[in-house]
């Protein structure tokens, strides 16, 4: 199936799913339609986690929550369904709260489908992050909240890999001499196959600060696909996704390769994952991102929705589940939130990867049409 039909066909089930969604219910009650992108555990978090914790502080609340699905096509699908009712002139949209990527907010801005909301919060003052006005060049100060902000890194079996790899140069030596032991998934079934090919094409073409800021110059591609020719004939073991290479890991079929480190401390957290396992971020780095709560323009229930983006992203909430519970970083100013993070989840966090090596090898992604090229040169590669 190609990647258009799938989109096409997502959105389809979206739309069955989220007819009944947006309507307040014969009891009074307002169903307030959650649509999040990312993998599962992005819709495991606001139906197990947030979803029933604000509802109970909020009766007269039911939550409806949609996934659609890992990597920049879920955000895909929500900008694609949102837009058609756009287009159609749709008065009231049945979308009330998205959870979106980065990439997609070039568009989802420049044709007016989102609320400015964020001034209209009581946590307006707490939104101060670099990534809270800038989405990979497009301004969206004032439209998003970064709910948390994820980083990639290598995940490990120590008992293996020692001495473990200081950088780019020195895993690529790795991997050729331990064949089919790293794993990753390309650029398809979730992003940190992504982060790696963009710390790839960071480190051999030694132009990050173009790509991630700009200007956007198409000339500087030519070598792209030799670049990731290059990268796809290293004997590595292709994955078919975020949870893939986090089991293959676990279950010792690979002994290294890139995760999120929120997903990562998640599985030990849950004991889905060997508590030996450890993390490392190698030079030049290797991107991450954050994922931003939007409101759609004309949502069905904006009151009630930006009273659950407050909740979500307030100190608390941020502190005892993104945090403590996850293992993401804070989307907001983290000042007010790592006071009242657990020293058990400020270790899980900065254990491994100490906030000083965050600083200097945590990248951004390339600017937006540089990440679609990069991706597309990575699958035309021979």
């Not at 290293?234 to 089991?247: R, S, V």
Request: glycine share 8%.
């Amino acid at each position: 199936m190609s990647r258009r039909t799938l989109t096409l066909f997502l959105c389809l089930v979206l739309v069955a799913v989220l007819l009944p969604g947006c309507v307040v219910t014969p009891g009074g009650k307002v169903t307030l339609t959650i649509v999040t992108a990312g993998d599962t555990n992005m819709e495991e978090l606001q139906r197990n986690k947030f979803g029933p914790e604000f509802v109970e502080a909020h009766p007269a609340v039911e939550i409806n929550v949609v996934g659609t699905g890992p990597g920049d096509a879920g955000s895909q699908t929500i900008y694609t369904k949102l837009k058609a009712q756009a287009d159609a002139g749709t008065a009231t949209w049945d979308m009330d709260i998205a959870i979106v990527h980065q990439s997609i907010m070039n568009l989802m801005i420049e044709d007016g489908l989102l609320l400015k909301y964020v001034p209209q919060t009581s946590i307006a003052s707490l939104v101060t992050t670099a990534d809270a006005r800038n989405a990979l060049g497009t301004d969206c100060d004032g439209y998003v909240i970064p709910m948390f902000h994820s980083q990639t890194a290598l995940a490990y079996n120590p008992e293996v890999v020692d001495p473990v790899p200081n950088s780019y140069e020195e895993l690529v030596a790795w991997i050729q001499a331990h064949p089919d032991r790293f794993g990753y998934n390309g650029v398809k079934g979730g992003m940190s196959g992504v982060a790696f090919a963009g710390g790839w094409l960071y480190w051999k073409t030694g132009m990050y600060e173009q790509l991630s800021k700009g200007p956007y110059d198409p000339a500087i591609e030519a070598t792209w696909r030799d670049i990731f020719s290059e990268m796809k004939a290293l004997p590595a073991t292709i994955t078919t996704g975020n949870n893939d290479t986090l089991d293959r890991l676990n279950r010792g079929e690979i002994d290294m390769g890139p995760v999120w480190v929120d997903m990562f401390v998640l599985w030990q957290n849950e004991g889905r994952m060997d508590p030996k396992m450890r993390m490392k971020l190698i030079e030049p780095g290797m991107p991450g991102q954050p994922m931003y709560v939007v409101i759609p323009a004309k949502a069905a229930h904006t009151a009630e929705a930006i009273k659950y983006a407050e909740f979500i992203c307030s100190p608390e909430q941020q502190a005892k589940v993104i945090v403590d519970q996850q293992g993401w970083y804070p989307g907001i100013d983290p000042t007010k939130v790592l006071p009242n993070v657990s020293e058990e989840g400020k270790q899980k966090l900065f254990g491994d990867i100490s906030a000083e090596v965050l600083a200097e090898y945590g990248l951004s992604f390339p600017i937006a049409p540089y990440m679609k090229d990069f991706q597309t040169a990575y699958e035309e590669a021979k």
